[in-house]
Nanobody, 115 residues
């Protein structure tokens, strides 16, 4: 059974930093690409960042140069370091992966950035 568990998000002031983590189980973590998504009420869930099994990363333009996705294959854990946070980054953040063409999601964690 695939399980993705995000760390608790939180409330941070604009310009601040926050690191999210996602513990994965039930998959061969090291061979799977991993993603972070986010969603705000009334909007579609959007990709924030992705990392391949080989460590190649990709970012949404809105977070480029502020967010960093990384992975620790020894710990089966995915990370998202978020710096210089803006109020528009406020959203529920989801960890996700799609092994064998089935997409799995974590439960989501709320990040709120106060102006």
């Amino acid at each position: 059974q695939v399980r993705l568990v995000e760390s608790r998000g939180g409330l941070v002031q604009a310009g601040g930093s926050l690191r999210l983590s996602c513990a994965a189980s039930g998959i061969s973590f090291s061979i799977n690409a991993m993603d972070w998504y986010r969603q705000t009420p009334g909007k579609r869930r959007e990709t924030v960042a992705s990392i391949t099994s080989g460590g190649v990363t990709n970012y949404a333009d809105s977070v480029k140069d502020r967010f960093t996705i990384s992975r620790d294959n020894a710990r089966n854990t995915l990370y998202l370091q978020m710096n210089n946070l803006r109020p528009e980054d406020t959203a529920v953040y989801y960890c996700s992966t799609r092994p064998q063409y089935i997409r799995y999601w974590g439960q989501g964690t709320q990040v709120t950035v106060a102006s």
